[in-house]
């Protein structure tokens, strides 16, 4: 690929995660529904602090237990639980801002480009509640028109024990 | 030391008794923020009874270990060369450091990475640096093992242990309600606990969660958007009308939903494959009728129970015996959930796969159930710890004294009732037992037998 040509989808990719981010953000969740693929698959795998020793059992594996492993399904009901107003977890609702960091493609096969980026979720709600998860996430966006459709995203957290009462936002 | 004197607070038996009036079901809500009780729970509640520590499938080979909690105090979970699972509290006898800083992992031996003492997988204590040069062979290794617990043991590959040697043996303190809860697990035959615990803190009192357990009536409000986001249909599983509670010595109990007898009695009468293919006709991919043997386990009325079972103090049973949850105490407003998926060996891949789907997303802290607990226990313990909201009595009187327990032939007791409130008044009295006891004697000698008539 030609510089020009990877400076452009590096741009095109940026933007396509700032965008997204910013409708979590605006807790426009029922839009975000529509960048996802139809097969999309998001997960999130369980990390264990393990030693040195021990690295390959340091994430549960696809298929075990997760904290997310959803379809378009589950993904269409955690948004109607979202916008209901008796998610009691989500009422008064939270305020979320996705940093979106350190964005590199990985590959790029047909009309779909993998791609890792760092994110910070920071998630505030009632008065004193904080939260703070930082991660990794390996997405795969899929060429749709002349934007994408997000078909994976892999997420990577990088606490172990979930330091928060419950993880009622989206990563 | 005179009872009410000890070091940790200044309550005396009298006055733990009054925390909870079981007459009215009235609790003190200093017992769900209290640091002084926390600390004594500690010690007369966790220090005292068993804690579940693993399923044995969790730890298949030698130097498989896992680090969990009896209250506080963390301790290796590990098998040893010969095959047994050793509780050994992680903590070095030099120095006190923790030996395992992981949550799980295979070991040869523990090694401390302070002074690299060296522990053998059973907690001898086999190497010391400079044992010859610097402690000049002036220093007994046999008596600087690591502290075990002092009694381990399982019922159905589920490993439990304690700290107190004068405690009964694990099946005399499950009993009758406790084995037929853990029969719930196990009803379906050998199981295997799934790779990964979900594990997360809610800032709330443990027993808040525990209480919840048993408390049917939250369902439908508390989790309404389960309910309208498609989910899960809480009309399907609630029964409020059909509910049925046992009540266990210790503080154990079920309550919750339950099969009509007469429907029990039609499923009594079908083989273990028809019981397979009926259970294909029932909406939902994880919905089991229990084969034959599962009354052998959980007792010919206990084997109607779809509610939950708590093994006193911290194991929660769900799902009819598809996860557990322990409640590990973290300081008197803060608790670390651990998810635990568990399934039979023989299940078939189909089932297994839609098992693991509905439990990743029932609970845990992204599970549309276990959002909104999360939410209403943690404003539950901070909004009634004040100087005025604490002074109010928590009230667990619903159905007090309007229902009775009967006896069956077999000697098994439950009640069967509208949605209730037994459950939890029976866990909170129990505290008070466990609380007000001295030692194991003391809470033998005083502790309340499981009903039998009015409750």
């Known amino acids: ?171 | 030391m005179p009872d009410g004197e000890r070091a940790n607070g200044s309550w005396s038996r009298a006055s733990l008794m009054s925390l909870f009036d079981r007459e009215r079901g009235v609790l003190d809500r200093r017992v769900l923020s209290d640091e002084s009780l926390y600390r004594l729970e500690l010690e007369r509640i966790f220090a005292r009874g068993w804690n579940f520590m693993c399923h044995e499938s969790q730890l298949p080979n030698t130097g498989d270990y896992l680090v969990n909690y009896i209250g506080e105090d963390q301790v290796i979970v590990v098998r040893d060369e010969s095959g047994r699972i050793n509780v050994l509290l992680n903590t070095c006898r030099h120095r006190g450091n923790a030996l395992c800083r992981a949550e799980q992992g295979r070991a040869k031996s523990f090694v401390c990475t302070y002074h690299g003492w060296n522990y053998g997988l059973d907690g001898r204590l086999i190497g010391v640096p400079g044992l010859k040069t610097y402690y000049r062979d002036d220093l007994d290794l046999e008596r600087h093992g690591l502290v075990k617990a002092a009694q381990v043991d399982s019922h159905l590959g589920f490993v439990f242990a304690t700290m107190a040697a004068d405690a009964p043996p694990l099946s005399d303190y499950l009993g009758d309600v406790g084995l037929a809860g853990l029969g719930m697990v196990g009803a379906f035959g050998e199981v295997e606990v799934i790779d990964g615990i979900q594990k997360n803190v809610i800032d709330c009192n443990w027993k808040i969660a525990v209480d919840n357990l048993f408390d049917w009536y939250h369902v439908t409000y508390s989790h309404a958007s389960a309910n309208s986001s498609g989910f899960t249909e809480i009309a399907r599983f609630l029964q409020p009308n059909q509910q049925m509670v046992m009540l266990g010595e210790y503080g154990h109990a079920i309550s919750g939903p339950a099969m009509p007898k007469a429907r029990q009695d039609q499923i009594d009468g079908l083989s273990d494959e028809q019981r397979v293919e009926m259970a294909k006709t029932l909406p939902g991919n994880i919905v089991r009728i229990r084969p034959k043997a599962a009354a052998g386990l959980m007792g010919a009325e206990g084997v109607r129970s779809l509610g939950h079972p708590n093994i006193f103090p911290n194991l929660w049973i769900t799902l009819g015996g598809l996860q557990m949850c322990l409640r590990l105490p973290r300081g008197p407003s803060s608790t670390e959930l651990w998810w635990y998926t568990v399934v039979p060996k023989n299940a078939s891949p189909e089932f297994r796969r839609q098992a693991i789907r509905f439990c990743n997303h029932a609970f845990g802290p992204a599970g549309l159930f276990e959002q909104d607990d999360g939410e209403n226990w943690s404003q539950s313990t901070r909004a009634a710890r004040g100087v005025s909201s604490g002074a109010i009595g928590h009230h667990l009187g619903m159905g007090v004294g309007r229902d009775r327990v009967t006896v069956s032939a077999t000697g098994e007791r439950f009640i069967e009732t509208c949605i209730n409130e037994h459950a939890q008044r029976w866990l909170y009295r129990s505290w008070t037992e466990w609380m007000a006891a001295r030692d194991w004697a003391e809470l033998r000698a005083n502790h309340s037998p499981a009903p039998t008539a009015a409750v």
């Not at chain 1, 977890?89 to 939270?94: A, D, G, R, V």
């Not at chain 1, 994110?119 to 904080?130: A, D, I, K, M, P």
């Open chain 1, 1 to 171: 690929m030609q510089l020009a040509e990877r400076v452009l989808l590096q741009h095109e990719v940026e933007q396509f995660l700032y965008a997204e981010a910013a409708l979590l953000d605006a807790r426009r969740y029922r839009d975000w529904l529509g960048l996802l693929a139809d097969d999309i698959h998001y997960w999130m795998p369980i990390r264990r602090t393990v030693t040195v020793g021990d690295l390959d059992m340091e994430f549960t594996k696809p298929g075990a237990m997760a904290y997310f492993d959803d379809d378009r399904q589950l993904l269409e009901m955690r948004v109607k639980k979202l916008e209901a107003s008796t998610a009691w977890s989500e009422n008064p609702p939270s305020r979320s801002r996705h940093l979106v960091t350190n964005v590199r493609i990985a590959g790029v096969e047909g009309d779909e480009v993998t791609v890792e980026a760092c994110f910070h979720l920071y998630r505030t709600r009632l008065n004193s509640e904080v939260d703070g998860w930082v991660g990794r996430r390996i997405d795969v966006l899929r060429r749709a028109g002349d934007s994408f459709r997000l078909a994976r995203r892999h997420i990577f957290l990088d606490q172990t024990v979930i330091l928060a009462t419950n993880m009622s936002t989206l990563f």
